[in-house]
């Protein structure tokens, strides 16, 4: 027999087999879900990662992961494997395509130990309390000044230290800019403020390494996947425009102004509380994140071609005119 | 408790349809059966369509998994038979 007659008799007989129902769908299980077929189910849900992880096999963890939770990449994968591809080649594949289907940032760590301890997230808090994080980001640190910060030293490094006064100006000021949280100059310079003083309310902004290193990460599931993304989608996104902001402020004498003027507004309004034995949460609330009335209109005219125009404000305007 | 006997549940079970999965379909598809290879690649097929496969396989061999683990768990039920051998109803 040659082989053009014994690749025919393959043929005839792979023909053969798939015009059986049960053959058929025995071979599409393993064709797309071969881990199913090979292992005991019960042992491949309950196998901890973290088994993987201490014997070395970074491709089980790999697929596993991306069974549970990415039911395509997993195909493609197996695929892959298939294919002749190398291990570590598919391994990179897996972590590549599910960090750009969720933002998780898989290739920062070693792979293994991404999967093994939970889902990794991304953490972007300010380390006032690091030379290094203060010296990389200049902007940030002019704006936590401008709030009435401190820096301080600490014996050969300078710290910023922000006093109960300091993070009350920026919690009212940062407030105050949720009015207008649709204008996207407005929202840049909350965000900005938002990062220096951790109070954006999304955990990757608002907290350092270190701090989210002391939680219960989430697990690979396909539920805290999704929540996980939405976070770090929501951080992302806060974190450039908290960049535009600090550019804003940096380069626009007429935003620079507006917000001091807020910022003093806010000191005086800090001091009067204080002496009147009131607290500030007693007057901020969802309901009224401005109860002081702490204007931005003039912001709208600040930067040409930047802002987008709030009607509301133009109608202000014109009634005025 | 139903009246369904043998007979009539074999006849029930054995009018089932088999399954059709998107996956198997393009399983035949992709089949290039004088080639020697046995299981296709799946590059070149819709990202989205391996996506919906490959969920609808995985759900397929979890919900036969789970049926096959309850039947195993089926508590005995008494049967209404008379056994001759023992006399008994």
């Known amino acids: ?321 | 408790m139903t009246d369904l006997t043998r007979s009539p549940l074999f006849k029930v079970l054995s009018e089932v349809k088999p399954l059709e999965l998107e996956g198997a379909e393009a399983f035949k598809q992709a089949q290039r059966p004088h080639t020697g290879e046995f299981f296709p690649s799946v590059q070149g097929i819709d990202k989205q369509k391996v996506l919906r496969m490959a969920i609808e396989v995985k759900e397929y061999t979890a919900r036969c998994w789970k049926g096959t683990k309850r039947l195993q768990d089926l508590n005995p039920i008494p049967a209404n038979v008379y056994i001759p051998e023992f006399g008994i109803l």
């Not at chain 1, 770090?232 to 902001?245: L, T």
């Open chain 1, 1 to 321: 027999m040659n082989i053009e007659e014994y690749l025919n008799i393959v043929g005839n007989l792979s023909l053969a087999v798939m015009d059986d129902p049960t053959a058929l769908l025995a071979l599409t299980v393993a064709w797309l879900d071969p881990l199913s077929v090979i292992e005991d189910l019960d042992d491949l849900v309950e196998t901890d990662l973290t088994d993987f992880y201490h014997s070395g096999d970074d491709m089980g963890a790999a697929l596993r992961v991306s069974r549970d939770c990415f039911p395509g990449i997993y195909a493609e994968a197996i695929s892959q494997i298939r294919d002749g591809v190398e291990y570590q080649q598919t391994s990179e594949f897996i972590s590549s395509e599910i960090t750009n289907l969720t933002g998780i940032p898989i290739d920062e760590y070693e792979e293994p130990a991404a999967y093994a301890y939970g889902i990794p997230m991304p953490y972007y808090g300010a380390e006032w309390d690091e030379s290094d994080f203060i010296e990389s980001n200049p902007l940030l640190t002019k704006l936590a000044l401008l709030l009435g910060a401190t820096c301080e030293q600490v014996y050969l490094s300078e710290v910023i230290d922000f006093s109960k006064q300091s993070y009350e100006i920026a919690q009212i000021v940062y407030a105050s800019l949720w009015e207008h949280y649709d204008n996207p100059v407005h929202r840049s310079i909350l965000w900005a403020i938002g990062h220096a003083t951790s109070q954006t309310g999304n955990s990757s902004v608002d907290y350092t390494y270190l701090e989210g290193s002391e939680w219960q990460p989430l697990s690979w599931t396909s539920d805290e996947v999704d929540y996980a993304s939405v976070i770090i989608r929501e951080a992302e996104q806060i974190m450039s425009e908290s960049y535009d902001g600090l550019l804003h402020i940096e380069n626009s004498p007429h935003i620079r102004q507006t917000l001091i003027d807020n910022i003093e507004e806010a000191k005086r309004i800090v001091d009067r509380l204080e002496k009147e034995g009131q607290k500030l949460n007693d007057y901020i609330n969802e309901q009224n994140k401005n109860p002081f009335g702490l204007r931005w209109d003039d912001l709208h005219a600040g930067v040409v071609g930047d802002t987008a125009t709030d009607p509301e404000c133009i109608q202000l305007r014109m009634d005025v005119a």
